[in-house]
């Protein structure tokens, strides 16, 4: 999978795709990540990418022509399957729109700043809106390094145990169990007998057991999601 990240600090994600499991993903050659910077893109003198927003108030917009000129020049040399911008007014990010993201050749992830993006681009270019919480940051890049992340893990052959991802918290509508490892006893603290067993069976149940207990005490709503869909 290729992600070509538009942003006008790519300083922001140099850190979190060079470690861990987004390293290994690029590594292997599994994913490509590029960002470019705006600011190389602009027409305008001095770097200029920004500028008031017609209509007065506080807060500059990220200018159009900018943005146009590199999402054409990428889309010049490759098909894109979606252009994501991240944006608190886009859609809920969750386990389930990574999964279908990761089904993905190729995406271009705009990340927006001060007061966002020129609402043209959004109209002409910008095929999925994308939030990750119901919280405002500073600008798109962190919450891009989390899609990323989230889609990066689930593509083949990334993860060691390929196994591990379906795992994961959410993946079947529920939080993930507790784990362990040794000593089976910590200052007394002792691992449960079950995981100590050494039958798969009555690890299995245990874990289940635990994990539906765990969200009914945590998060009832994912039990009752579930039901609706
Ligand atoms: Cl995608 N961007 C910004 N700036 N703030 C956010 C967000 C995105 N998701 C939640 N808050």
């Known amino acids: 999978m290729r992600i070509d990240i538009i942003t006008v600090l790519p300083e922001l994600l140099e850190s979190p795709f060079s470690h861990s499991i987004m390293k290994r993903a690029q590594t292997k050659g599994l994913l490509e990540v590029y960002t470019h910077n705006v600011r190389d893109h602009t027409p305008y003198k001095h770097g200029q990418v920004d500028d008031y927003q017609f209509g007065g108030g506080a807060g500059m917009v990220m200018m159009p022509e900018p943005l146009a000129l590199i999402i054409e020049k990428l889309q010049s040399e490759r098909k894109y399957d979606e252009v994501l911008y991240m944006t608190p007014d886009g859609e809920l990010f969750e386990q389930r729109t990574a999964n279908v993201l990761s089904l993905k050749e190729s995406l271009?992830?705009?990340?927006?700043?001060?007061?966002?993006?020129?609402?043209?681009?959004?109209?002409?270019?910008?095929?999925?809106?994308?939030?990750?919480?119901?919280?405002?940051?500073?600008?798109?890049?962190?919450?891009?390094?989390?899609?990323?992340?989230?889609i990066g893990r689930l593509l083949p052959g990334v993860l060691n145990d390929e196994t591990s991802a379906l795992m994961d918290s959410f993946q079947d509508g529920l939080l993930a169990p507790p784990v362990y490892t040794r000593p089976a006893d910590f200052r007394g603290w002792k691992v449960p007998d079950q995981l100590l067993s050494g039958d798969p069976k009555i690890i299995d149940a245990w874990r289940h057991d635990q994990s539906v207990k765990r969200t009914g005490e945590r998060r009832p709503g994912l039990i009752e999601d579930e039901g609706n869909e």
């Not at 959004?122 to 962190?142: A, K, P, Q």
């Open 108 to 150: 271009i992830i705009i990340c927006g700043h001060y007061k966002g993006i020129d609402e043209r681009i959004r109209e002409h270019f910008v095929t999925r809106e994308i939030s990750i919480g119901d919280y405002v940051l500073s600008g798109g890049e962190l919450a891009a390094a989390v899609v990323v992340d989230a």
